[in-house]
């Protein structure tokens, strides 16, 4: 008979929150393998209520100080449908901008800091300061650019400074948009010699499949990140307002983050999940990437979710200079935000690094929150991860034990799970 | 021989530790000065053996406390990063409620008695529960100032907090004051170190770095009321990183 392996990781590193991965055989068969989040819940949704309205997106970005942009215009867009303000095109083309920023800077860290470790052999990217010095210094060069871009739309990267219900509190510079455009286009070769440097070591993500659904933004213009329907890889199309009937959450005990199921025991969202639905939107240069991988829709691996972030930072570096071009050929006004207090409820969709979140606002008619939900990507996600890990531990047996522990490690990471956020946590029913 | 330095998060939104991230290619120059043993949002590698401990986040349970305080026994220096851990920040808005009634409200269908994961208490500071030596202030922190903190700990210097409001970096700034912008802005009580960046982007001071030791509330108040602004209005603002219990 083979020994009994028993893996417990505490506290995964090189992911945002806590989680644990608990792996267990008796007698040469699988008997325990468990996701388990153990972060301290805080109860955002309860705490929102009795805010003023101009101040939802400032509380709720920080629920997350990777995603806080996309967070941020959840919000907005959630306070901006309940009171039926509406907002310029100059907005939304910023607002994307602020999206794309935000998007480059969790990718490039995720995949830069957190992902190519792995794959280099290396516990993290400290030592590889020394032993693939070049490789670093590009990742550091696209993080920089990204967290420049920004800078720029919203004030600082962590926690928006100038994102505001209907607009803007100030605007970057025509001239400053001029010199972010030239490095967008530097950005895009310094990618491209990227997704060299993984490509060359791809052969150390595992190929496992697992078919599952895909969740996401959708539009009939461009590949969705600021707004859309919600769509599924098993078919459908919804509004926004319908997110309850596709993310119907409900609670594990090893977790005080709650799980979603929509068509099957879970689903996937995320760069992956966006990639699946939405590939014919991307941008060629973003294509060419995917091509590099052989990576195309639908694609059942979650380990490729890494480079479907890959691909879509390509995406966003075109996609960022082409709003430039539009901004600028537009010319930047100064806008005034005037708007009604209105009472009603809101539903703010929107795509941010980790996948689609959802914030539903109900406001009163003196401007102030009443009922909040907020449902967050990885939460979405945790019993999609839950799945895998059921699905791939009897392939890992008899695999020396640090290979298991890598393997089961490397999936939850390819997730790119952001747990803070997971357990903003509230069970709120709308009746 | 560098000091050997670790990174320990609790309740927040580990925006702190990214921004440590985001200092870029300063990272390098800081790993020249001490010597990072424990980061687990970026490293595998862990120890225990460290002098200084950087605490990120609100303590919430009673397993959090406990964590705590076997840090606080390890570490020489410990230090409070970001507004969670040096006055509750945002996560202090909870306590406006009792635990119970946040648990009913939140927990209503799940069967979570028992369950040590969701035994939490009112938010606290991390200085509520061990004693702490410096702070770094703001949500999030500001690079530069996290910089400037930790290499004058590295040398065995004690790194001092500016002792004067936003304000007086607002007027540096030459920015036009927010409340002539028909705004709210708490920069007269709040603690300055942030070069007033709110205000720099035409968006008030939300206090996110504490008050002033001595703040003068009244003045603030006179403000408050030459602008036209309501009390409830004033509270909430006040509340939104500082909450306490009662009025000012």
New interface residues.
Partial sequence: MPEDVNIHVKHLTRVEGHGNIIFNTKNGKVSNVIWEVDEAPRFFEAFVRGKSYHQLSHITSRICGICSIGHSLASLRATEAAMKVEISEQTELLRRLALHGENMQSHSLHVGYLVAPDLLGAPSVVPLVKTHREAVVKIVRLHKLANYLSDLTCGRTIHPITLEVGGFTAIPTEKQLVEVRKQLVQGMEVTGEVAGIVLANADKLPDFQRETEFIGLTNDDHYAYYKGDIASTDGGRWPPEDYLKIANEYVVPQSTAKHSKHNRDSYMVGALARLNLNYRHLTDEAKAVAEMFGLKPVCHNPYMNSVAQLVEIMDSLVDSTKIINELLSRGLKEEKNEMEIRAGRGVGAVEVPRGILFHDYTIDKLGNCIKANCIIPTNQNHGNIQKDMEAIAPTLLGKPEKEIELTLEMLVRAYDPCISCSTHYLNVKFK | MKPRVAFF???????????V??L??KI?DL?DVVE?VS????????SDDYDIAFIE?SI??PM?EERLKKIRKNAKILVALGACACIG???K??N??TVDQ?KE????????EG?D??D?FPTKAVDEVVDVDFYIPG??INRNEFVKIVSQIAIGRKPKLPSYPVCVECKKNENICVFELGKFCLGPVTRAGCDA??P????GC?GCRGFLDDPKMNCQKDVLRKYGITLD?MM??LN?FNYKKGVY
Avoid: T
């Fill in positions: 998060d609790f309740a927040s939104c580990e925006g702190c530790q990214l921004q991230v985001n870029e290619e390098l790993i990072i980061f687990r949002e970026a490293m595998k590698e862990h986040g919430q349970r959090d920040g945002v996560n808005l909870r406006e409620w946040v409200e939140v927990y209503k269908d799940a069967d979570i369950n994961l969701f939490v949500c999030p960046i709110c720099s982007f035409q968006d939300e209005e909430k603002r939104m």
